[in-house]
Every structure is written in C-alpha cells, then in structure tokens.
C-alpha cells in the first residue's frame, strides 16, 4: 500500500451567504493587476445560473477534463498529437465574451469636466482598449437569480429535471436558489497538468497543490482550454497563464488561505486526506454511477495501523499523520460521507467537496395545517431543491448518494429542533437517526463542527515543514527552506 497526502478543503453550502466576501479579498490579494481584470480565482455563483465564465460546466462546448475510453482515460480535448497541432490557436478558449470585458470608469470627466447644466457621469471604458464600453456581463452578473428568466432557465444542470419539475423550479411561488462558492479543486488528476505542452503546470510535493510554475509557461493557454471548471486564466498582459495557487505562501507561514479566514459565513474547512494513488486511479475510470463511491474508496483511514506503518515507510511524518486524523476534511467527506466532489464526471478527482444545501424549511400555514410533506422537515424527495439537481452537479446524476447526505443532514436539524424548538418530536427525530444510520453522537459532532467550530477547528494544517535544521537562526528555517525550493 503506498499513501500519499493531500490538503483539501469542504465548503458547507447551508451556510454561505453570497456576500462575495472571498472573491474580494482573493482580488485585492492576488489579481489586482493589469491584465488579471478578468481573473476570478474565487468567485460566488447563483444557481440554478450559469456559472462564471457562463456555461463553464458545458464540456461539450468547452471540450474540458477527461473521458473513461476502454478503460483508459483521454483528455476531452484530444491526444498530444491532437493538443500539439492546435497549439497555435486552440479552438475551445472561453472567449472575451464569455469571461466579460474588464471596464473601468473616466472618473476624469467628474473632476475635469466643464461646467455644464447635466449632471456629469463616469462612463465606462474597456480596461482593455479604453474605448467605451456598455457592460452586459460579469463575474456575479446573474447574482441572486437576477434575469432569472435568462441565465437561471439556461443552467445545463436542469436538463437533469422532468420538464414540469424544471417548469415548476423557476416558478415564481416555488423559486429556491443557493450559493455556490467556487475556486481552483486542486485536482488528484488535473487536466490543466496533463494538457500542457511546456509542462508549467505541476502538483507541489508538500501538500498537492496545483500550481503554475511562470518561468515555464510559454502562454499556450492548453490548460485554460482542459481545466473543465474554468480556473486557469491567461494573462493579456502577461502573455502567461495564471491560477489559485492555494495561498501556499500563507500556508507556509502558518496562516489559513486567505478567503478561508474572511469567510463570514465560516463555510470553509480545510485539512489533510489521505489516499492510495492507485485506488485514486481506479476511481478516476469508475463508471458514473459509481464514481462517488470510488472516490471514497480511494481515501485512507489515518487512525488504522497499517496505514500509519504504509505512511511512515513512505516519509510521511507523525505530524502530518496526527493532523490527517484531526483533520474536519476526513470526517466530512470520508466518515461521514457528507460532503461531495463538484461534477466527478469530469474525472480530475477534485479536493474541493461540497455539503449539499437543504431546501428552506416549510413553515406550519396560518390555519394550523402542515405542508405537504406532513412534517416540518421534509423527505429528500419533497425538498424544494429537487435532488436530480444536486445530483446532477456533486455525484454525476447518481441521487442515492445526494440523498443519503440530505438525510443525514435532515436527521441532525430534526435531532437539535427537537431538543431546542420542539416541533420535533423525540420519537421522529429518533427515527429519522435510525433511517440516516448515525448515532445521536455523530449527530452532534456534526452539529457541533458546523455550527461552533473555531477557526482551529475548520483549519488543521500539518506543521511546517522545514528543509533545513538549525541551532543557531531558528527562525531562519523556514525562509532558508523556501528560498532552497525556489531555486530547484
């Protein structure tokens, strides 16, 4: 058995807000530049929308990920032979239509304009060309299901739906929408790596992470065209690509990444997994319906001894090991089987998992009479948020999964309503416990890192690593380190 370790990362979708609160601090930190106007290394979704650049989960436009083919997986995008003669003009970039023209105002004309009887006005102008410009698209654009009627109605995860029920999705009476927060999934298998000709694109050694090495790249923009979610960008000014590095220079002095700690919701968690690459291969030509499951196959148990002995013959460090068995990641996504990856169908293996969103509680009417569903938590079935839905988008269309994580969630808000509100009764939340098959134990566990966790709680980082031993500057450990791995 071989195990390797990787940091990964779950966001709790009941609890996002869509304040956009990450997406500003990863700009204000990160792509505050010419040429990055357009580069949304984190950005919030709508849905039912169409994402951002629009359609970005449409792989037949997009020709993004890979393909399960006799066994063996394939780009979507072709063979190297294939990548290679389209290497000067690769023929699925999203276009400037697709990722908006980034604009800025002639705040000028406010300051400098003559005296007039109008009311003067900063009209907008292409940061690119300075010509002006009429906005009609953007990175949030279709936020809070604004022009619903266009970019929620256009969302390629409801052809998943019966007609009536899409129909009755985008009622009006019935419209339900939650947040998506999105970034780079630093992939197990990442397509951006395996498409680039000048092999810029790398995993880190030290914790999985995706990365662009600059001096490399050679501006072919392959990889914009194979990341299926859309999260390489190439610089116009630069004439490179760029994408989330994971705020490693963060990480590495041992603060979060930076829209894990601005997160106001307190939505994000990160931590250690560890998985069998093997395992992680076979899940990666897993047929559809069992590529969840085979993704979970693939992850370790870092508490079971022969994991522990695999890891250490392998350099794995007792730190790294007791930080993997702390880590809220594991629980999560492997013990309890919550949260889920983001369109596994695309086969990269992605390390950012979701925990699906339950539908708003239905309230008792007026005259005293209960919803449809005769209780005040609804069966996954009568959610407002149809589980094809969500199938459609964290388990390649498989429900039972979906529906095995609504009802675990349903049974803890059922377990704590009926201890705190009492609409519950014991007995029902008793049984939904049973039905969910966890314990009245896990259920506060659950309840307990959802709702209180500290920022040490959500975040369990291995400790840092440093190459280089030293009695005499200690504190130069980790700069010396650093500056080492930059050279090589």
């Known amino acids: 058995m071989e195990v390797r370790a990787q940091l990964a990362s779950v966001f709790h979708l009941d609890k996002c807000v869509g304040c956009h609160t990450c997406s500003v601090v990863c700009k204000n930190l990160w792509t505050d530049r010419r040429g990055s106007e357009h580069m949304w290394w984190n950005n919030v979704e709508t849905r039912p929308g169409t994402g951002y650049p629009p359609l970005w989960e449409d792989q037949e436009r997009h020709r993004g990920g890979w393909v399960a083919h006799g066994g063996e997986l394939r780009l979507r995008l072709g063979s190297r032979a294939h990548v290679l003669d389209q290497l000067f003009q690769p023929p699925t970039l999203p276009t400037l239509d697709d990722q908006y023209e980034p604009w800025t105002y002639r705040y000028g004309d406010l300051l400098s304009g003559a005296p007039a009887d109008d009311l003067p006005t900063a009209r907008p102008v292409s940061a690119i060309t300075g010509r002006p410009v009429d906005p009609a698209a953007g990175p949030n654009w279709d936020d809070d299901l604004g022009g619903s009627a266009v970019y929620a109605a256009a969302d390629p995860n409801l052809a998943a739906l019966e007609p009536a029920e899409r129909a009755a999705l985008l009622e009006l009476d019935q419209l339900v929408f939650f947040h998506l927060p999105r970034l780079c999934n630093h992939c197990l298998n990442p397509a951006c790596a395996a498409a680039c000709p000048a092999g810029a694109i790398y995993k880190r050694g030290e914790d999985g992470m995706v990365v662009v090495a600059p001096e490399r790249c050679r501006g072919w923009r392959m990889c914009v065209s194979a990341c299926p979610y859309k999260k390489t960008f190439h610089s116009w000014v630069e004439g490179r690509s760029e994408k989330c590095i994971g705020c490693y220079p963060r990480i590495e002095s041992g603060e979060p990444p930076a829209c894990f700690q601005a997160c106001t919701g307190r939505i994000r968690y990160q931590g250690v997994l560890l998985y069998d690459p093997e395992a992680a291969g076979r899940a990666a030509r897993a047929p559809d319906d069992r590529l969840v499951d085979a993704f979970r196959e693939a992850l370790l148990d870092p508490a079971d001894p022969e994991v522990i002995a695999a890891a250490r013959r392998g350099g794995l460090s007792d730190g790294l090991l007791d930080a993997a068995r702390r880590s809220p990641i594991d629980?999560?996504?492997?013990?309890?089987?919550?949260?889920?990856?983001?369109?596994?169908?695309?086969?990269?293996?992605?390390?950012?998992?979701?925990?699906?969103?339950?539908?708003?509680?239905?309230?008792?009417?007026?005259?005293?009479?209960?919803?449809?569903?005769?209780?005040?938590?609804?069966?996954?079935?009568?959610?407002?948020?149809?589980?094809?839905?969500?199938?459609?988008?964290?388990?390649?269309?498989?429900?039972?999964?979906?529906?095995?994580?609504?009802?675990?969630?349903?049974?803890?808000?059922?377990?704590?309503?009926?201890?705190?509100?009492?609409?519950?009764?014991?007995?029902?939340?008793?049984?939904r416990l049973s039905d969910a098959e966890i314990t009245e134990e896990t259920a506060e566990a659950i309840h307990r890192l959802t709702v209180f966790p500290t920022l040490r709680e959500r975040i369990v980082h291995p400790p840092l690593g440093r190459e280089v031993e030293s009695e005499a500057a200690p504190g130069l450990q980790g700069l010396v380190g650093m500056r080492r791995r930059l050279r090589s």
Do not use: C, K
């Open 331 to 431: 629980r999560f996504v492997r013990q309890w089987e919550l949260a889920l990856p983001l369109h596994p169908e695309f086969r990269t293996l992605p390390m950012v998992f979701y925990v699906p969103p339950l539908s708003p509680v239905r309230a008792v009417r007026a005259d005293g009479a209960r919803p449809v569903s005769g209780a005040v938590l609804p069966a996954a079935a009568d959610l407002r948020i149809p589980v094809g839905y969500l199938a459609s988008m964290f388990a390649a269309g498989n429900a039972r999964v979906v529906e095995e994580a609504l009802g675990i969630l349903t049974a803890v808000r059922a377990h704590r309503r009926a201890r705190t509100v009492g609409d519950v009764t014991a007995a029902d939340a008793a049984r």
